[in-house]
């Protein structure tokens, strides 16, 4: 008994973290309460084993008639098929619980990372997280399904083989209780330690992962800069780390496993030489001495197991702390509480109203250079506007800030009047089509990657938004059509191909505020001019704003406006900034090429 009371202190401190487990096993309540029927029917058949085999003993050998012989063996038997089904019931709803568990932490922790803002992903790696989600949460299956009910099941069985050696034979189990201490002492010493050790040692696994999936997500990079060396040695470093705190750990494990079996069977050995004594000395019979003798090691497997479990246990409670952490991590952007809405949508009347309201806004990363500062600016309903400016000057950022992917430090972001941050998330962004500066495609279908748009429209539908963005033509050449596969992120795609995806992605969308960050920059003229024409029908029935280098599609703006290190610094027609703004005449000059020149 001095084991489960003296493990108690280290074991409230490092199995804390498992308490979070409970809110995602109390929906399979039932389960949970038929498994521990079980736990209990199989600890109470194995206990009653040893008893059976004293009478086998005692009795029914020395009963001297087959039948009586027989009886004793046949009950013995019946003891042990029982023992074995109960055991299989046991094994069957733990793991059963164990899966279900930790697919729905699986599922939880996901639910709650892909609503985390770009903060959370610049300082969380995204192989970090994959880690999490797959060794973590394997450690926390192997405890929350089998290692609890190996501990369960070690804990009754430990206690009820105490109790059973007490009833068979006081003296023999004082002197058991007395040799117990010399065990569990030393086990919670090295058991403190090796958690300590399992935690930094899933770290360096998720260092890792990290390392290795940033990098083969940019293969193409790493090699073309023939940066292979210099990242297989970083990536060796991070292995060999890994595997030296592995190596101490599985040494402080082998340890604790020598020291607490050793210890155990020291003990038994002990008891077994003391019984021999009290047998010769007629003060027990044979039959009480096996008994006694296979209660003790039931009580030191046990023993061992739970000890052996502990460590697992602590692990587990390890990656269950990084799991809470991911599963409670709160976004930095959340809709309020009670949000505002949005004016309804009326079909044909132009909504998508923009106004930045003395907007000054840093990256947080980038606490001492404002992206925007100063960014006052009014885009009425159905206008188009172009933002042009030199590379960094901020353009892509009101983007961002529009999509509140971040909150500006002052001023504020309405959109129809209603300032986004006090507006429902998603009321704001299903209000707002965006093509981006670097189209990501998902590796799904063609028609999947449009449907992204809007996902409950028909095929016909996504073709005629294929149509519109020029990419109809394309998509049929393909092997199977609509339906091939476009590759991880889209790669079996060119630049142009993907950008007209995006591009009918938006058209699908229809929303009343369109967002095009050099939406064709990667198209060539022919392509460029298609599309230009799908845009100019998109642009004409809502608002929009254009980021855009080319004076073709800036042409086309009702007003341009030019951007530089983050401030307004001139707004208007083309003609009226050539003759005023100097910065807008030097960038039509080098940036707009000849063509657009030509245009004029
Ligand atoms: N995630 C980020 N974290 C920190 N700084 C950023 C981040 N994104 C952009 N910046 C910085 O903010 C400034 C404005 O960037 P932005 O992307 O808005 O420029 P841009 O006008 O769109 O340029 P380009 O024409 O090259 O696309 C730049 O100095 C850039 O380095
Ligand atoms: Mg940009």
Not at 110 to 133: A, C, H, K, W
Not at 197 to 220: F, K, P, V, W
Not at 523 to 551: F, K, P, W
Not at 574 to 593: C, E, G, M, T, V
């Amino acid at each position: 008994m001095s084991d489960p009371s003296s493990a108690d202190r280290p074991k409230a401190k490092s199995v804390r973290p498992l308490a979070s487990l409970l809110p995602f096993l109390k929906p399979y309540r039932s389960v949970l309460a038929w498994a521990m029927v079980a736990l209990l029917l199989a600890s109470g058949s194995m206990l009653a084993l040893p008893v059976a085999l004293k009478h086998l003993v005692d009795r029914g050998m020395s009963a001297g008639d087959a039948d009586t012989i027989d009886i004793y063996f046949i009950t013995f038997l019946g003891v042990a098929v029982l023992f074995g089904a109960f055991a299989a019931m046991r094994f069957y709803l733990v793991t059963w619980l164990g899966e279900r568990v930790v697919a729905d932490i699986r599922a939880a922790v996901y639910r709650n990372i892909v609503r985390m803002d770009p903060q959370f992903f610049e300082v969380t790696r995204t192989g970090e997280v994959l880690s999490r989600l797959t060794t973590d949460t394997t450690l926390v299956q192997s405890i929350s399904g089998v290692g609890i009910s190996i501990a369960l099941r070690s804990t009754i069985n430990l206690a009820g083989s105490i109790v059973m050696m007490g009833v068979t034979n006081l003296k023999l189990l004082g002197l058991i209780l007395i040799a117990m201490p010399t065990v569990i002492v030393p086990v919670i010493a090295l058991g403190r330690k090796l958690r300590k050790l399992s935690r930094s040692s899933q770290d360096r696994i998720a260092d890792t992962s990290g390392l290795a999936g940033e990098t083969l997500n940019a293969i193409q990079t790493v090699q073309a800069f023939t940066l292979e060396d210099l990242n297989v040695r970083r990536y060796d470093q991070a292995v060999e780390a890994s595997f030296d705190i592995a190596v101490v750990r599985t040494r402080v494990r082998a340890w604790l496993t020598a020291l607490s079996t050793t210890l155990v069977v020291a003990a038994i050995t002990l008891v077994l030489w003391f019984g021999a004594h009290q047998v010769l000395a007629d003060k027990m019979s044979g039959g009480e001495l096996v008994q006694f003798l296979l209660f003790a090691v039931y009580a030191g497997v046990a023993a061992a197991s739970l000890s052996e479990m502990w460590s697992e246990v602590q692990r587990a409670a390890g990656a269950m702390e990084r799991l809470v952490e991911l599963h409670h991590a709160t976004p930095a952007i959340l809709s309020p509480a009670v949000p505002q809405a949005l004016p309804a949508v009326t079909p044909g009347a132009a909504a998508g109203r923009v106004r930045f309201e003395g907007v000054r806004f840093h990256y947080p990363s980038r606490p001492e250079t404002p992206a925007l500062d100063d960014f006052t600016l009014d885009i009425a309903p159905g206008e188009t506007v172009a933002f042009v400016g030199p590379s960094g000057a901020g353009k892509s950022t009101t983007f961002q800030l529009l999509l509140r992917f971040y909150d500006p430090q002052h001023g504020r972001v309405l959109l129809d009047g209603i300032d986004i941050a006090s507006a429902d998330l998603h009321a704001v962004r299903s209000r707002i089509g965006l093509v981006p500066q670097d189209t990501v495609l998902f590796g799904a279908s063609a028609r999947e990657n449009i449907r992204y748009g809007r996902p409950d429209a028909s095929d016909a539908e996504v073709e005629a938004a294929a149509q519109a963005a020029a990419a109809d033509e394309f998509i049929r050449a393909l092997p199977e059509g609509y339906d091939s596969f476009l590759g991880e992120r889209g790669l079996r795609l060119s630049g142009g191909q993907r950008q007209r995806i995006a591009i009918a992605r938006a058209i699908l969308r229809n929303p009343p505020l369109l967002l095009l960050d050099e939406a064709t920059s990667a198209l060539d003229a022919e392509s460029e001019r298609v599309v230009q024409e799908a845009l100019e029908q998109l642009m004409r029935t809502r608002t929009t704003i254009i980021i855009a280098h080319r004076l073709a599609t800036v042409l086309k703006a009702d007003r341009i406006v030019v951007m530089d290190q983050g401030r307004i610094v001139a707004s208007g027609t083309h003609a009226d900034l050539i003759a005023s703004n100097p910065l807008y005449a030097r960038l039509a000059a080098l940036q707009f090429n000849d063509r657009g020149t030509a245009l004029l």
